[in-house]
């Protein structure tokens, strides 16, 4: 069974390498994927939507060009594993979601779908073999309109830049006359001290 191009094991190495370790829901996440595309016209652009922040987003990562970092892939989180993949001009596009009424016959993944079982007292090797056989079984896939809201959010022009007299580093223009940081919405504790032998 394939996920896209890759064999089960090779993605599954692309899990590891990517992720850090083969998780459950970045495997599923490839058959979310596979399905998705299978309803979708064929050489399409789209963006994507994630409906969870764990593991799902890292599946579509890996397996289409839609990421955080160019801004194909939006993470709203409303708690469901389920991933959206849309034209993204038009909007149309087809939601696949894990389907607890299908987890009947796979013990384990519903084990781990409803966190029944903590990660120590899983049987990973089972329950990896039961996400293989299943595949696209245990999915539900739906097509869609994305809201219009959502859609042609084209990259902005990013703002203009001044500089922070306090911390001396580049602050967005549209910020107070001190950067965040120096507002003390910084996310470290400790105070920042530039190490010897750098300038930056």
């Not at 850090?20 to 599923?28: D, K, R, W």
């Not at 830049?161 to 911390?167: E, W």
Request: glycine share 8%; aromatic share 8%; charged share 25%.
């Amino acid at each position: 069974m394939n996920i896209l191009s890759y064999t089960f094991e090779e993605y599954l190495e692309r899990v590891k390498s990517f992720h850090g370790f083969a998780a459950p829901g970045v495997i599923i996440g490839g058959f979310m994927v596979e399905l998705a595309y299978k309803h979708l016209p064929k050489g399409g652009l789209f963006d994507a939507i994630c409906e969870t922040e764990k593991c799902l987003p890292d599946a579509i990562q890996l397996l289409t060009p839609c990421t955080i970092g160019n801004g194909w892939l939006r993470i709203i989180n409303i708690g469901c594993f389920a991933l959206t993949l849309y034209d993204k001009d038009n909007g149309k596009g087809i939601r696949v979601s894990l389907d607890p009424l299908k987890l009947d016959a796979c013990p384990e993944i519903k084990s781990w779908f409803y966190r029944q079982k903590s990660k120590e007292e899983q049987d990973s090797q089972l329950l990896m073999e039961e996400i293989r056989q299943a595949g696209a079984s245990i999915l539900s896939a739906h097509q869609v309109k994305v809201d219009p809201a959502l859609l042609n959010n084209k990259h902005k022009r990013r703002a203009d830049s001044t500089l922070c007299p306090i911390l001396k580093g580049v602050k967005p223009s549209a910020d107070d006359k001190i950067c965040l940081g120096c507002q003390g919405k910084i996310p470290y504790i400790k105070e920042m001290s530039m190490l010897e032998g750098t300038n930056y």
